[in-house]
T-cell receptor, first 108, second 115 residues
Framework: RKEVEQDPGPFNVPEGATVAFNCTYSNSASQSFFWYRQDCRKEPKLLMSVYSSGNEDGRFTAQLNRASQYISLLIRDSKLSDSATYLC?????????FGAGTRLTVKP | DGGITQSPKYLFRKEGQNVTLSCEQNLNHDAMYWYRQDPGQGLRLIYYSQIVNDFQKGDIAEGYSVSREKKESFPLTVTSAQKNPTAFYLCACSISGGYGVNEQFFGPGTRLTVL
């Protein structure tokens, strides 16, 4: 079993839609969590950190549920430019574990 | 501009050859990491270094070697012992590699193809 698991998708949504991704992690000792965005053939870029109390950055909202060991990302009012692969990340003592990513395509 | 760079962007190698991928950062970050990414898969950790002159194996270190002689540099050598080296290689750095790992910043990657 992978340490961080995500639904690979693809999620195909129209512009303006709200879409949510979930991610589960198996290491209960994980302390920090992140969402990264990766465009095709590019490097991952940090989208946002995920805090226990939940956090929002514009159209993006991240939630953490430690009891159930899952992380979520909500994107509201989807834009064409949101099309990318979203990687869920959980940290271990000295490194990070990346999910395989969820692919999102936003269509006109 | 502070950042992390990798070179070359594309690299072609014949079977049996060793190649070295460059990774340089001027963010003054202590920790550096090497990952490989294969199509449809997540990033897999090859090696990481928390401080100069120290590094540890990740999950898939066989067939790879690294050095960390300077804080800003963490080159990766793909040796002929690596059976399936064709992949996208990503270098990353973070402020520190201690417990409660900080976010990592990635270089643009090197796409290695073995012919």
């Amino acid at each position: 079993r992978k340490e961080v698991e995500q639904d690979p998708g693809p999620f195909n949504v129209p512009e303006g839609a709200t879409v949510a991704f979930n991610c589960t992690y198996s290491n209960s000792a994980s302390q920090s969590f992140f969402w990264y965005r990766q465009d095709c053939r590019k490097e991952p870029k940090l989208l946002m950190s995920v805090y226990s109390s939940g956090n929002e950055d514009g159209r993006f909202t991240a939630q953490l549920n430690r009891a159930s060991q899952y992380i979520s990302l909500l994107i509201r009012d989807s834009k064409l430019s949101d099309s990318a692969t979203y990687l869920c990340v959980a940290t271990r003592v000295r490194d990070m574990r990346f999910g395989a990513g969820t692919r999102l395509t936003v269509k006109p | 501009d502070g950042g992390i760079t990798q070179s070359p962007k594309y690299l072609f190698r014949k079977e049996g050859q060793n190649v070295t991928l460059s990774c340089e950062q001027n963010l003054n970050h202590d920790a550096m990491y090497w990952y490989r990414q294969d199509p449809g898969q997540g990033l897999r950790l090859i090696y990481y270094s928390q401080i100069v002159n120290d590094f540890q194996k990740g999950d898939i270190a066989e067939g790879y070697s690294v050095s960390r002689e300077k804080k800003e540099s963490f080159p990766l050598t793909v040796t002929s012992a690596q059976k399936n080296p064709t992949a996208f290689y990503l270098c990353a750095c973070s402020i520190s590699g201690g417990y409660g790992v900080n976010e990592q910043f990635f270089g643009p990657g090197t796409r290695l193809t073995v012919l």
